[in-house]
DNA sequence: GCGCAATAGTTTGGTACAAAACTATTCTGC
DNA sequence: GCAGAATAGTTTTGTACCAAACTATTGCGC
């Protein structure tokens, strides 16, 4: 806990003035108990965990979404997948480029209106986001062991609030 | 519930043999339930609302916490400082210079050990501190406002919870 | 002392994202 | 029908981050 100094270790050393933060404690301050940090810190970890679990497969968790809106909403426009997956549509681009260089998603362009792609799985699509799935659930699993059942409830419920609640980009007043 | 503008107002297009996505609702799967989603809206959604509420400041949120870490432990190091704001060092580099260029903070190499440097807060880096600070605590009773002060215990308690069950980058044994 | 492992910080290369400016198409008013 | 607003998507620019390779300094073994 508090730290032995480890300027004791040699012979006298000169009285140094050191603060706290060269030894072992830091402190964090307010910090310590804002919602804002924490929400940073957990986002990262569970980020990373389910990261690390889908090492195996070719795709990070941000693409995950991605494919799962698009298995679930065959069609959609790349408009519509970017305001549900809450993303500027600018970096769709590049993701579904990439996808669709793997072969995992078809673009289609609508015939009705030719501004717009429709998006779909391929059958290796549906096979990748079956095995993401896969560790999505094992990683959800986890995170239930780690919260229990009824915290975990109350846990989404109040992330949904936050959600709903803060003011996102152009939220508040559209324009 | 959450129901944003969306495009909902003109729903009766023609007669296209349009899958749910196109229109209103998207269907979001297991999505719905998942933690791992929720949090990294929620995280979004906290961080665009700070940096709106700071944005008379030169400073956004990312800033914030090195700030807030190196005014509470003058003298620290760059290691420490990632560690305790588990970023990596190296992406404190640009950082750091980029404080040090708008003199916010100072840094001095450590007389002792000259590989490392000390951080503190410059008198300017102080009052800008201050200010952020403010805007955090506004930033931190809205949060109040939307969880109610018990929720908000609760909701914090299995943040920390999560953010030392689920095993970050090297972590497991820190030394 | 001398070499070598460890540590502090920087550099380089790559990913993910947003915002604004841009192109192409569609819709609206008249 | 045609000018201009609106919309779908892309490009460009800039930020934030990580990971691995690198430099400089310190500590360790002998």
């Known amino acids: 806990m508090v730290q032995p100094n480890l300027a004791a270790r040699e012979t006298e050393r000169r009285d140094v003035p050191v603060p706290a933060a060269t030894a072992g404690a830091v402190d964090f301050g307010p910090l310590a108990n804002w919602i804002g940090f924490h929400l940073r810190l957990a986002q990262n970890a569970s980020f990373q965990a389910f990261a690390r679990r889908a090492n195996g497969i070719d795709l990070r968790p941000g693409r995950f979404a991605t ?15 970017s305001r549900a997956n809450r993303r500027d549509k600018s970096s769709l681009t590049p993701v579904l480029n990439d996808l669709a260089r793997r072969k995992l998603i078809k673009r289609a362009r609508d015939t009705e209106d030719r501004r717009s792609y ?3 799985l391929t059958p290796a699509g549906e096979a990748t986001l079956a095995k993401l799935t896969e560790c999505a659930k094992e990683h959800e699993r986890r995170l239930d062991e780690l919260l229990g059942a009824r915290d975990r409830d109350r846990f989404l419920e109040v992330l949904r609030r936050l959600i709903a609640g803060l003011p996102a980009r152009g939220n508040g007043h559209s324009r």
């Open 67 to 81: 494919l799962m809106l698009i298995g679930r909403n065959p069609g959609i426009s790349q408009t519509a997948l």
């Open 118 to 120: 429709r998006l779909m």
